[in-house]
């Protein structure tokens, strides 16, 4: 029902910033809401960020809490992911996914569009 290409990725120094982009194409984009995803290497895929679909209502895992916001345009297909104060802990591909559940959630299996992943990686 809706296809996800993530964008943005690459290599940054540890406390710098990246913004990452999810462009949706297929049914209203609207009627989902967003998440972020991030899996190291070796580690099993972690929630980062979840948001409504009018965006409202935000939630963040407690690890990023303080330094990435999550964002959607609505009338351009995209949500976003802006990242700061980069740790080289963050080192991870970055995964944004979609669902029709009404609540914005931190659970993977909530979601049940996902897209490619964009690799981050953080110098120290």
């Known amino acids: 029902q809706v296809q996800l290409v993530e964008s943005g990725g690459g290599l940054v120094q540890a406390g710098g910033s990246l913004r990452l982009s999810c462009v949706a194409s297929?049914?209203?984009?609207?009627?989902?809401?967003m998440g972020w995803f991030r899996q190291a290497p070796g580690k099993e895929r972690e929630s980062v960020a979840a948001?409504?679909?009018?965006?409202?209502?935000?939630i963040y895992a407690d690890s990023v809490k303080g330094r990435f916001t999550i964002s959607r345009d609505n009338a351009k297909n995209t949500a976003y992911l802006q990242m700061s104060s980069l740790k080289p802990e963050d080192t991870a591909v970055y995964y944004c996914?979609?669902?029709?559940?009404?609540?914005?959630?931190?659970?993977?299996?909530?979601?049940?569009?996902w897209g490619q992943g964009t690799q981050v990686t953080v110098s120290s």
């Open positions: 996914a979609a669902s029709l559940t009404a609540v914005a959630k931190l659970t993977a299996e909530a979601y049940n569009y």
């Open positions: 297929g049914r209203t984009f609207s009627n989902y809401i």
């Open positions: 948001v409504t679909r009018s965006g409202g209502n935000i």
